[in-house]
């Protein structure tokens, strides 16, 4: 019996054993390592105060941690790497509640305490780091514009040339970003994918990249998965000099739809005309160019994601010559196009009307030429109408506040917002709102008010549209507008590496989201292939409808 006894318990100890010491996959090994080394640059008080190289750092500690065999070694790896980072002094600031209001759908430092990948002896570390964190001026962030409160990257290297063969060069600049996304980023908690899931996504990716074109490729699939139309992606691989054709073109219900010229001189040699159907661009079938596409077409929602496919799909590199197939009247049509550099296509400017006034005493204003100088001459002239639509479909020159000025009678909240807490890497804090209107202006509008927005309605745009949602008597007409409203924070992740992010989230005043939503639309209209095809603005049409009741 008592033989038995000893067998069993030598099975059940081996079987612990076994458990305790089980293997971690590579890719996981490298999560890990991405996770600690952002946690350490971010959180330790000497890695933030900038004693250490903390890229070099990385560059060490990753062939030892390709050699680690179970999470036992790997976590001894990680404690021996703290340990000679030097002392973590007790931080009596960080225990203290503070009255502050937090936002934090994006904080999550839960993976600390996974077991599966770390001993508890490495995950006390880590926690006890965390409630001793750093509390000084930060090497590696800052915030700009302490009025805004979006982050600035300092101190990064830039890496003019880097070995991009080296692929633990490669895990740096893609750890680097990942990083900055999960402390700094105020909308992750929005992308669609779990932002985890995208790390372990992209290291096979990483390392196993056989050219340049295929690393920052990896990277860009990255930026993208952020959902965010601010994300833009640029790099040193991509050399070429693009080149457009001479018709506008517009995605309606994913079908390629040409809705004008850059110049009318180039459009009396055009075959195309509005209303026509794309259906193939140099033998290249549409659908297989939007498959194509859409892994790098950044956008916050699924219209500023096909308003950026718009432009990738029809930029040429090659030549200066290209075939387009194309619908007219139920008919199929082939034809030679030309292509040409951008600047060629810059229209210019000539009669250009910013603001007039209209069939039943309702007057337009053209958003996006409007000067902040021409508000009060703009104002004077229309202020006898019965109403004003205010195009949005565009980016304007900063004359929100001028404008709101007239409409609204009193100072009206009509945003708030939070910024990241530097103190607390990952966590925002929730700011006070901003206001607009003017209790004393002497000139005070009473007419109805009109905004027109799309998926062009872009940052600036979509806060412009807010303020002026604050006055009475406003009807919003389009649709879902770009979803990314908040300042810009520019990211050089070097290598020729560059890419953007919202830097502060935007809100309404009640909490309403406006990230990847959009702003707040009132009635909902939708450009036709067949108005396209008459030379219609049936968004207009609308709000000239909607202004006269």
């Known amino acids: 019996m008592n033989k038995l006894l000893l067998v069993l318990g030598f099975v059940l100890s081996q079987g ?3 458990i305790s010491a089980q293997q971690i996959s590579q890719d996981q090994k490298l999560a890990t390592t991405a996770k600690v080394w952002g946690f350490l640059k971010y959180y330790h008080p000497q890695v933030a105060k900038g004693k250490f190289d903390w890229d070099a750092q990385l560059l060490e500690i990753l062939p030892k941690v390709a050699q680690a065999e179970n999470k036992e070694e790997l976590s001894k790896i990680y404690l021996d790497w703290i340990s000679a980072l030097g002392e973590v002094p007790l931080c009596k600031k960080c225990a203290k509640e503070e009255n502050q209001t937090y936002f934090d759908k994006n904080f999550d430092l839960s993976w600390i305490d996974d077991a599966d990948v770390f001993t508890e002896q490495l995950s006390n570390k880590l926690r006890f780091i965390e409630q001793n964190r750093f509390q000084g ?12 409160g979006n982050i600035s990257l300092e101190n990064e290297p830039e890496y003019n040339d880097l070995d991009w063969q080296n692929p633990d060069m490669r895990l740096l600049i893609g750890f680097k970003y990942w990083n900055i996304i999960e402390y700094f980023f105020p909308y992750k908690y929005q992308t669609d994918q779990p932002w985890e899931e ?6 096979p990716k990483l390392r196993t990249a056989p050219s340049e074109m295929e690393f920052h490729n990896a990277l860009q699939q990255m930026v993208v998965k952020i959902d965010d139309s601010h994300g833009w992606f640029i790099s040193s691989s991509d050399t070429k000099t693009y080149k457009l054709p001479a018709f506008k073109t517009k995605f309606i219900n994913e079908k390629l739809v040409v809705i004008g010229h850059y110049k009318d001189s180039l459009a009396a040699l055009s075959p195309l005309i509005k209303g026509d159907v794309i259906v193939a661009l140099n033998d290249k079938p549409i659908e297989a160019l939007i498959e194509e596409n859409l892994p790098f077409a950044w956008g916050s929602n699924k ?3 096909f308003r950026t496919l718009n432009s990738m799909v029809l930029r040429f590199a090659e030549k ?10 139920g008919e199929i049509k082939e034809a030679k196009i030309n292509y040409f550099p951008m600047d060629d296509l810059k229209p210019v400017p000539s009669n250009l009307v910013k603001w007039k006034i209209m069939d039943g005493n309702i007057g337009y204003v053209d958003m996006g030429h409007l000067m902040n100088e021409e508000v009060d001459a703009m104002m004077d002239d229309l202020m006898a109408t019965d109403g004003i ?29 939070i910024i990241p807490d530097l103190t607390y890497p990952g ?16 000139s ?18 979509e806060f412009t549209v807010m303020a002026l949602q604050a006055a009475d008597k406003v009807v919003t007409v389009g649709s879902k507008t770009s979803g990314a409203d908040g300042n810009v924070t520019r990211l050089n992740l070097g290598a020729g590496v560059e890419t953007n992010m919202s830097g502060i989230g935007i809100f309404y005043p009640d909490g309403t989201e406006t990230q990847r939503k959009g702003i707040k639309v009132d009635v909902e209209v939708h450009p036709t292939i067949e108005g396209i095809r008459a030379g219609r603005d049936e968004v207009l049409e609308k709000a000239l409808e909607i202004a006269k009741r």
């Open 427 to 442: 966590r925002f804090k929730w700011q006070g709102g901003g206001i607009c209107g003017n209790p004393k202006s002497k």
């Open 198 to 203: 995208v790390l372990l996504e992209t290291i």
């Open 303 to 305: 219209a500023s994601k």
């Open 444 to 461: 005070r509008y009473k007419g109805n008010i009109t905004l027109l927005v799309n998926e062009r309605t872009q940052s600036h745009a």
């Open 389 to 417: 639509i205010f195009d949005v479909r565009n980016y304007p020159k900063g004359t929100m506040y001028n404008i709101a000025a007239y409409l609204i009678p009193e100072r009206r909240y009509f945003y708030k917002f």
């Open 16 to 18: 612990i054993v076994s």
């Open 320 to 329: 200066s010559q290209g075939k387009v197939k194309f619908i007219r009247n």
């Open 137 to 148: 001026k930060h090497h590696y962030v800052s915030v700009k514009y302490k009025q805004v």
